[in-house]
């Protein structure tokens, strides 16, 4: 049977080529896409070739140690080899200025996994160019993140059932994956995919520009992140490439317009695909929605095209679809405008307001006094949030949770217990700044100023924080500390429910609680702390603004027509502005209650109301504040005069 003249799972939609107002366009986003900073320099890029090099010789130093442990010769130890793959952006040629590197080391049979762990992170601390070194084992993928000479660098590590490993290995070869375990067949499969990839489109520099293009976008609107539940980068790259197939002689512009048009109207039934998944060595688990039945719970599933093929989005959630699908909807609505000449390509990539969107949040910190530890522990919250969001969403009290794709990072130094307890619990000093501030402020991505936190200067220590002194004694020492974010539009309350609204939220993040702290990640209770607060809009630091404006945005479906205002209407306006003012004033000084009982939230009808900046004869548009919420960890306090108020229930 022959193959087919087109590449994909079906026939091209279009043939035509671009006329000239299109290649037009493309040339303005190739120029729009230099401005954003989205195309590296040529220093930066000798720079990654140089410590791609240096990186590959310690692959060959590491086998070679562990192969004299095993009693190899020296002369057999060093023709073991050992070979380094780039894979992901950096391999699809879409990178930006200052994006990670993944990278795989591939090693022979002999290396085991805890060998390459050892002895490779023994190797990069010797190094004075290695920074933040962190080995992530029980990762999905286990990885060692560092930073080397300022490049963010990924590793992850695939054992062949071979004796040695050749400068001219082809990973693309189905053979190589015979007897391998699964968990370097996933490591292995990331190379894989990203050159099936390539192999799979049918104009490669098209494919680069439109890509770079998705994914500053995706960035920038704040759903790309595959550990929280959004697409990550190899997904949005097969999804562009799908698109390619289908118009495979259309310039840049357009497969950038034809990705909205076509995934606006998507059946996320049917998957995205690039190829038909195919056969090969070894029983693998290929995806196959007809006979696993977790194949079919996936949401919005893109499969890979190398086997043994597998979803590259399995992580998405219900509230990330309907976050996913808006998203692509808005970008939608602006692509039709650009092809008219009626809107720029910088309007695509405007920031998102994450938190400036929801009237609630809910903020999980971890805190670690060991840099080391801290950073391991980073990286399982990170991983793990997902089950904090599916237990949230189980409640039924929320339209759906948003996760936020960055953590703001902290390095913090305490004098006094006090103070420790107070960072524990999500309290920052407000003067003290950071050193290591990781985190992607939401108004602008390029700041890179140590930013300032809002503090409570007099608000109490709680006297059951997840941490106490620390073990050695002293008093005086850092504090790593990291928050995530997650918003929550509530469902809007039936209009003839009588009493208080409820919402518990105690059963969700006692299980999350209890998933971190009884991970492995977690030494103990002296050196480490997890908290986790229910925050108002207005509650939420400075930092995440960035300098922009606080006030939270109201959608609202309808659109009244302004009325005129009288004079006695400007003067309770201004009356109105001053109590406002006056109310964010004592949110500021709100206290935290104990995380030894439940919580309950309680609030008139009055006060929601002014909380929503509506009078009580106005339409219920906008959500309204929760009467009870139940949570066992540190949650502020809000002013008696509006919005959410806080007690103890009890003990449990």
């Known amino acids: 049977m022959s193959k087919p003249k087109y590449l994909g799972v079906t026939h091209p939609i279009d043939l035509n080529p671009s006329n000239e107002d299109e290649e037009s366009l493309a040339n303005d986003l190739l120029e729009t896409l230099k401005q954003e900073g989205q195309f590296e320099s040529e220093e930066e890029r000798k720079k990654r070739e140089m410590v791609l090099g240096k990186i590959d010789k310690l692959v060959k130093e590491m086998v070679y140690r ?3 442990k095993h009693k190899l010769p020296e002369s057999l130890a060093r023709e073991c080899g050992g070979k380094i793959f780039t894979f992901g952006s950096y391999r699809l040629g879409a990178h930006g200025a200052g994006a990670d590197i993944d990278t795989l080391c591939v090693v022979p049979s002999h290396v085991k996994r805890e060998n390459f762990f050892e002895v490779m992170t023994q190797l990069l601390q010797e190094r004075s160019e290695v920074t933040e070194l962190t080995a992530v084992t029980e990762a999905y993928v286990p990885v060692i993140k560092m930073q080397f000479s300022g490049i963010d660098i990924d590793l992850t590590v695939g054992i062949l059932q071979q004796p040695t490993i050749p400068e001219d290995l082809d990973l693309l070869d189905n053979n190589i994956l015979r007897s391998i375990d699964e968990v370097s067949v996933r490591s292995v499969n990331g190379s894989r995919v990203t050159d ?9 520099p098209t494919f680069r520009l439109a890509l770079r293009c998705i994914k500053l976008w995706a960035k920038r609107r704040a759903i790309y992140s595959n550990p929280v539940g959004f697409f990550g980068g190899v997904a ?7 698109i390619c197939q289908l118009y495979p002689n259309k310039c840049a512009s357009n497969i950038v317009t034809r990705f909205f048009h076509v995934f606006s109207r998507w059946k996320w039934t049917m998957p995205i695909m690039l190829k038909n998944p195919e056969d090969g060595p070894g029983q693998f688990r290929v995806w196959n929605p007809q006979v696993y039945p977790s194949d079919r719970a996936h949401k919005m599933p893109i499969i890979t095209p190398a086997y043994p093929s597998m979803c590259a989005t399995h992580n998405v959630s219900q509230s990330t679809k309907q976050i996913i699908e808006m998203e692509i909807k808005r970008g939608l609505g602006i692509v039709d405008k650009i092809m008219k000449r009626e809107a720029s390509w910088s309007e695509l990539f405007e ?3 994450f938190f400036r969107r929801y009237k609630f949040y809910i903020q999980v910190n971890v805190s670690a006094i060991n840099e080391d530890e801290y950073h391991k522990l980073h990286g399982f919250v990170d991983s793990r949030l997902r089950h904090f969001l599916a237990g949230l969403e189980d409640t039924g009290q929320f339209v759906l949770v948003h996760p936020y794709i960055k953590s ?3 390095e913090f130094t305490y004098k006094t217990p006090e103070e420790m307890q107070r960072i ?3 309290f920052h000093p407000a003067k003290q700044s950071s050193s290591s501030e990781t985190a992607t402020p939401a108004p602008d991505e390029n700041n890179k100023e140590s930013p300032k936190t809002t503090a ?3 608000a109490p220590v709680q006297d059951n924080v997840e941490s106490t002194t620390p073990a050695d004694g002293n008093s005086e020492g850092k504090i790593y500390t990291s928050a995530f974010y997650l918003g929550l539009p509530l469902i809007k309350r039936d209009r003839n429910a009588s009493g208080r609204r409820r919402m518990d939220l105690s059963l969700p993040t006692q299980e999350f609680i209890k998933l971190v702290k009884g991970s492995d990640v977690w030494k103990n209770d002296e050196e480490m702390a997890i908290s986790i607060r229910f925050l108002l809009q207005e509650q939420l630091p400075d930092e995440v603004f960035g300098g922009q404006p606080r006030e939270r945005l109201r959608f609202s479906s309808s659109k009244k027509k302004p009325k005129k205002r009288s004079s ?6 201004s009356e109105t502005d001053e109590k406002a003012a006056a109310k964010k004033a004592k949110i500021a000084e709100a206290v935290v209650p104990s995380t030894s009982g439940f919580v309950e939230s309680t609030g008139s009808k009055q006060s929601a109301n002014e909380t929503n900046g509506q009078s009580n004869g106005s339409s219920n548009n906008s959500l309204k504040p929760a009467a009870d919420v139940s949570i066992p960890a540190p949650v502020p306090q809000a002013p008696r005069s509006g919005g959410i108020r806080l007690k103890l229930l009890g003990s449990q």
């Open 236 to 242: 949005w790259a097969m999804a562009v490439a799908r």
């Open 351 to 353: 920031k998102d307001v």
């Open 196 to 204: 099936e990839i390539l192999r799979l489109v049918p104009n490669i």
């Open 66 to 68: 562990v192969s004299l």
């Open 568 to 573: 006695k209407s400007e003067d309770k306006k």
């Open 456 to 458: 409570v200067e007099n």
């Open 424 to 426: 524990y619990a999500g």
């Open 408 to 410: 703001y990072d902290h």
